[in-house]
């Protein structure tokens, strides 16, 4: 009697289990989507797509590895040192999900409750006409064997100052930009470049070959466009040249590019100004030179006060090769600690311009710092010189660097209360996502007959409702009364077999915004 005990007891929780693992339907493909997609889809960065149940099922021993190593979705920074808007990170669930699903048979679920697959814009994710369009002619990679970082310069033909509001790259061709960076430039030292290079473009590692340019932010996979709060923007002087420097990597000689950029300007004749600071630098505030012997393993403090009240935006801590972590932070004047960034595995490959959940306000007194640490031995991988040679400062593929660039303007009261990314009013730090924050996704089937099974993404438990209006506006079915809707992905079926054929709108309110899909009905 045991023994038969025993084996219920066994194969009882051998079926909860199987019942609880998690299937490609309603829990895998929601995250998929949401975090992966942008970058896994036709034309983009990543080497394979990642936009059906086949697909995840052709790179599951991929997929494992990279999550269980924490190598995907790529995001340097650290986000147990600060968190970061835009995060491209997975939650301990969504990982479990995934891992559940690998390790559980990988089932596909219920086909009909699977999320649509996502579709991305071709133009730009801004709303509205960009004020200026500058576009690179069209470029053949010739990345063959190692990386390039070509620069291009774009006359804007601006005969007064303009303030930027909001700027999109748009890569020309994703599967081989693998970042942006956009200066502006008025010395000239960039056409002059320009004019000894056969081009189009000229080849410039570090930045643009001037330090005089002025940087203005950039795109990497993944990344979202760059729209600054009501009454804020970059000044963009006249006469200025817009540089893109992009970066093509080895492998893709014999491709073209044609990237572009949109920019919106202010239209308002009161605009605080940006300023992108490279307030920590090797140049003037570092403890000691920045010379790396060869087969040294070197760490360097830089420190800076700030003279004034500030309200900081973003940061963007920029290295070279055989950098291998930065962490940056400031000490108010009354000992308060603020915390900007920690990379502890750095990779010139994946930096960026990091916006932070809410503007900060930096008083005057802070002392910002940085520290870093190069890795000028065999040992490193990213070494560009075997044996170890030994590195100095400069802007040379084999030189190194050690910069912080600081988003800031002058403090205002109330400054502190802009909030850059929505997610830092959430317990859980929110990825980058392909859905919206509220998104009524298709349902399915269109049309629809006895049954419509309904699909909807919410970032965050929210009050809402969900019914079936007629043309009219009139409510023919509620499908869920007001409620505390759950986050993440929803799917469910909804019996319409009673309302007469003809066209209906279903509508999810939440959160105080209300989304629409139009649907018909036959019977």
């Not at 808007?85 to 939650?91: G, K, Q």
């Not at 950029?261 to 605080?272: A, C, K, Q």
């Not at 010379?291 to 309200?311: C, K, L, R, Y």
Request: proline letters at 9%.
């Amino acid at each position: 009697m045991k023994t038969i005990y025993l084996s219920l007891l066994l194969l009882g929780s051998a079926l909860g289990a199987a019942a609880q693992t998690p299937t490609w339907a309603t829990e895998v493909a929601p995250i998929v989507y949401n975090r992966c997609a942008t970058c896994h889809r036709s034309g983009g960065i990543a080497p394979f797509t990642l936009l059906s149940y086949s697909d995840a099922i052709a790179h599951a021993s991929t997929i494992k590895a990279e999550i269980e190593a924490g190598a995907m979705p790529p995001w340097p920074p650290d986000p147990d040192y600060t968190h970061l808007a835009h995060e491209r990170v997975l939650t301990a669930l969504e990982k479990s999900r995934i891992l559940g699903w690998l390790n559980g048979g990988r089932p596909r679920g219920d086909v009909s409750k699977e999320p649509p697959a996502p579709t991305f814009p071709t133009n730009g994710d801004l709303p509205g006409t960009p004020d200026l369009i500058l576009k690179i002619p069209t470029f053949t990679s010739n990345a063959a064997m190692g990386d390039v970082y070509r620069c291009f310069v774009l006359p804007t033909g601006l005969t007064a100052d303009k303030y930027i509001t909001a700027f999109e790259c748009l890569p020309g061709n994703r599967s081989i930009v693998h970042h942006v960076l956009v200066y502006a430039d008025t010395t000239g030292v960039s056409s002059q470049l320009d004019a000894l290079d056969p081009g189009p473009g000229y080849t410039s590692f570090g930045g643009i070959g001037t330090d005089s340019s002025i940087l203005l932010g950039g795109w990497v996979p993944g990344s979202t466009p760059v729209s600054y709060p009501q009454g804020f923007g970059t000044l963009l002087p006249k006469h200025a040249k817009i540089v893109l420097q992009i970066h093509y990597p080895a492998g893709t000689a014999g491709q073209q590019d044609s990237t572009e950029l949109h920019l919106f300007f202010s239209t308002s004749g009161s605009v605080r100004n940006l300023m992108m600071v490279p307030a920590l630098n090797h140049q003037s505030n570092i403890d000691r030179p920045l010379i790396i012997p060869a087969d040294s393993v070197m760490e360097f403090t830089e420190h800076q006060a700030v003279p004034i009240n500030g309200t900081l935006f973003s940061i963007l801590p920029h290295m070279h090769l055989i950098g291998t972590q930065i962490k940056s932070y400031g000490v108010t004047p009354t000992g308060d600690t603020l915390r900007f960034i920690s990379i502890p595995n750095w990779d010139f490959h994946w930096q960026g311009s990091y916006f932070f959940r809410k503007a900060m306000k930096i008083p005057a007194g802070t002392v910002l710092y940085a520290h870093a640490t190069y890795d000028n031995t065999s040992n490193n991988p990213n070494n560009p010189s075997n044996p170890p040679q030994e590195v100095r400062a400069g802007e040379s593929t084999t030189d190194e660097m050690m910069v912080v660039f600081f988003l800031i303007t002058y403090y205002q009261p109330g400054d502190e209360d802009i909030v850059l990314d929505s997610a830092s009013l959430l317990s859980v730090p929110k990825a980058q996502t392909y859905y919206a924050q509220v998104d009524l996704l298709q349902p399915y089937p269109v049309p629809a007959q006895g049954q419509l099974v309904v699909k909807y993404y919410l970032s965050r438990p929210v009050n809402g409702s969900l019914c079936l209006l007629d043309m009219q506006g009139r409510v023919v079915q509620e499908l869920q009364a007001p409620q505390k809707l759950s986050s993440g992905y929803t799917a469910f079926p909804a019996d319409v077999s009673r309302l007469p054929s003809g066209q209906y709108i279903l509508q999810l309110q939440a959160d105080g915004m209300t989304k629409s899909r139009t649907l018909s009905i036959r019977h």
